[in-house]
Structures are given as C-alpha cells and as structure tokens.
C-alpha cells in the first residue's frame, strides 16, 4: 500500500461527514432569514404591517382609519329594535322576534354562562363570585342585583337588553362578547326566571295543581 493512502482514506471519510453535519445543523438551528427562496412567487413582498410608519400619510401610521361615515358590509345596523332595544325614543316593551323553546334553551344556557356567575342561576343575585365576595369582605365589591326587585322588574325588555350590551352603573358590559340575538335570548329567559320567582297558583297548568303541595 502507498504511503499516502491511509491519510487520504482519514480525509476522505472526514469528508463525508460534512453534508450529514451540515443537514443536522440546519434541522436544529432557528434562523432569522428565509432560508433561499428559487421560486419567491408572493412570499416575498414589500407590504406595510400593522403598527408600522408610512411617510405617505401626515400622522405616519400605516394603519388607517376607516373613512368618517362610511359602514363596514353587513354592519349597517339600522334596525334600532334589534340592535339597540329602542323603538323610536321609547325602550321596546316586546321582542323582535318570537320567542319559540329554541330561543329560551338557548337564553337559559347563554344566561347560566355569562350572568349567573354573579347574579346567580335563579337570578336572586347570590352567584358563585357573589358568594365569594362576600367571604372575602371586598371591600369594592357592589353586590350584583337581584332581578326580582319591584326596579328590575318594570324594566321594559329593550332596557334589559340595553343592560346586558351596554353594562349599568358597575355592571360591565356584555354586548362586545354577546350576539344581539342571543342578548334578546337571554332577556326571554330573565323574564322567565322573573315570573318563575313571582308566580301565582293561576300560572300552573290546571291539570298539574293537585299535584302541588
Ligand atoms: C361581573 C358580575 C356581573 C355579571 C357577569 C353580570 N352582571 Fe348584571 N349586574 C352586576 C352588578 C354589580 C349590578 C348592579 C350594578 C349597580 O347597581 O351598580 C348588575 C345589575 C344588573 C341588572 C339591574 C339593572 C337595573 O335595571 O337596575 C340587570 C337587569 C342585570 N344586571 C342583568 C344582567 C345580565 C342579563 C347579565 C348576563 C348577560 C349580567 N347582568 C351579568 C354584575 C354582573
């Protein structure tokens, strides 16, 4: 064998490591750039990103506002009853809509989520978050009200609803999280919690009051 044989054959097989080092370093590392791009099609390609500055305009914000008086499709909202509870200047005293079994699941069930924790599943004001105000003496804390106060219950259904999207007085607002429908459901089934808590014997279906003790 030459001399120079055994020293090749090291070189060589050194060698052949460098692609399986090369590939392992690339499948291990994060980089910053992207990696080369052949083909770029619109991967690439100059734009503006939120928060960024354009010299265009006079404020220099890339981010626009929308035009003054202009309405995004399908947000005109015009209908004031469905959208704001209010029929001319006046709260609405009915529904825009009926009020089928469907529309109550679904208001008890959107209710027993979003108002219960603080006014509690019969609305009596006693909700879990309520309770545990209260045994931890929070000083802050205003004790969600009761919807079966002579008050709450004069509340013409479009003030309901204007409550649960605008807040009242320490109460949040709930509209940004809640679909108007599902509000106008939600107002059914505290009317319905509110007759539930006032009801009278004449309420009960005749053939089922025998069976009242
Ligand atoms: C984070 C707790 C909290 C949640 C959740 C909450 N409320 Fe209230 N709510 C309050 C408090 C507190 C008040 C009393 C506010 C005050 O008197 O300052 C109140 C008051 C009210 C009133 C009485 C308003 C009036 O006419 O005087 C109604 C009705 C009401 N809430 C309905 C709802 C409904 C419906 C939901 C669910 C969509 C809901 N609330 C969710 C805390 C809450």
């Not at 070189?11 to 690339?26: E, G, Q």
């Not at 209908?79 to 679904?106: C, H, K, N, Q, S």
């Not at 603080?118 to 609305?123: E, I």
Request: hydrophobic fraction near 40%; charged fraction near 20%; charge should be neutral.
């Amino acid at each position: 064998m030459p001399r120079w044989a055994i020293p090749t054959l090291v070189l060589l097989l050194s060698l052949a490591l460098v692609p399986a080092l090369l590939i392992t370093r690339a499948r291990s590392t994060q980089f910053r750039q992207p990696r080369v791009h052949l083909i770029p099609d619109m991967d690439h390609q100059f734009k503006y990103k939120a928060q960024q500055e354009n010299p265009i305009f006079e404020d220099h914000r890339a981010m626009r506002l929308p035009v003054e008086g202009t309405v995004a499709r399908g947000e005109l909202r015009e209908d004031t009853f469905f959208y704001l509870g209010t029929i001319g200047d006046d709260w609405a005293t009915t529904f825009p809509f009926e009020i089928t079994r469907d529309v109550m699941a679904r208001g008890k069930q959107r209710h027993d989520i979003y108002c219960a924790p603080c006014h509690g599943l019969d609305g009596s004001g006693m909700g879990t978050v309520a309770v545990r105000a209260q045994e931890l003496q929070e000083p802050k804390w205003v004790p969600p009200a009761s919807f079966h106060t002579e008050l709450v219950l004069s509340r013409p259904v479009g003030h309901l609803f204007n409550t649960i999207t605008n807040g009242i007085r320490n109460m949040p607002a709930y509209g940004p999280q809640i679909e108007p429908a599902d509000r106008w459901a939600i107002v059914a089934y505290v009317r319905a919690l509110q007759k539930s808590q006032n009801a009278t014997l004449e309420d009960v279906p005749a053939d089922v009051r025998p069976s009242l003790r």
